[in-house]
């Protein structure tokens, strides 16, 4: 059967496009085989247990922060540098979730890697603001080094798989957009120092122009797969 919003065409029983996920119905006469396999016995048995990966990381990081803001506090400690651990913690969490234990494309884990510890350097730039007379590098100069780190270590991994795997030229092109994101800060007053920007502007465009160059047949090849073109 085929789907009438994507017009892809599926062929096993489901009420669900896999694509746009809409619904869909099977054409009167149509002899499909069941989209999955029928639940074994075993497999119906639900397990209940509390003692899950997530569940162990978040009761130890309960703990952890905990201690961390008894100690800052106990202290007296002027810095409230208790912000940073739970920081760390969550960052670890998501880490784990949305990069370990996830199904995403490999720019899409790049990508939120690059907007969590961007986000933990800006909370080191107000935490610590008070004991350090010059913080703005932490961000000036951290962000366009992690993106640019991202995108050479996706672009050697694209480049030695790009005959198993074409989806990581993919995720190389599209990561290698954000390598602009500094130089929008920098025309918005965001960031103040516009030398290393501009490097990492140049240098993914520099891998864009790689990409298109030394592997366009197979960017296209991809991009038809995705696109349906």
Not at 61 to 71: E, P, Q, R
Not at 174 to 200: R, Y
Request: aromatic fraction near 10%; hydrophobic fraction near 55%.
């Amino acid at each position: 059967m085929r789907c009438k919003f994507c017009n892809v065409e599926v062929d096993c029983k489901t009420h669900i496009c896999p694509l746009c996920h809409e619904k869909i119905t099977p054409e009167e006469g149509e002899n499909l085989s069941p989209a999955f396999p029928p639940k074994t016995e075993r497999s119906q048995r639900k397990r209940h247990t509390h003692f899950t990966v997530t569940n162990i990381y978040l009761a130890a990081s309960t703990i952890m922060f905990i201690v961390a803001l008894a100690v800052n506090l106990g202290l007296h400690q002027p810095t409230k540098w208790f912000w940073m651990v739970g920081a760390v913690l969550i960052y670890g969490f998501l880490t784990m979730r949305n990069t370990v234990m996830s199904n995403n494309s490999a720019w899409i884990k790049a990508f939120w890697q690059i907007v969590m510890i961007s986000l933990i350097l800006w909370l080191a730039q107000v935490v610590f603001d008070d004991v350090m007379e010059d913080t703005y590098w932490l961000l000036d100069l951290a962000l366009p080094l992690i993106i640019m780190i991202s995108v050479l270590t996706l672009g050697i991994i694209s480049c030695a798989v790009v005959r198993k795997n074409k989806a990581l030229l993919y995720d190389t092109l599209f990561l290698s957009l954000i390598g602009f994101v500094p130089m929008i800060l920098f025309a918005f007053g965001l960031v103040q120092k516009v030398l290393v920007s501009a490097i990492c502007a140049g240098f993914c465009a520099a891998v864009i122009a790689c990409v298109i160059i030394f592997a366009r047949k197979e960017l296209v090849e991809e991009m038809e797969r995705r696109l349906h073109w």
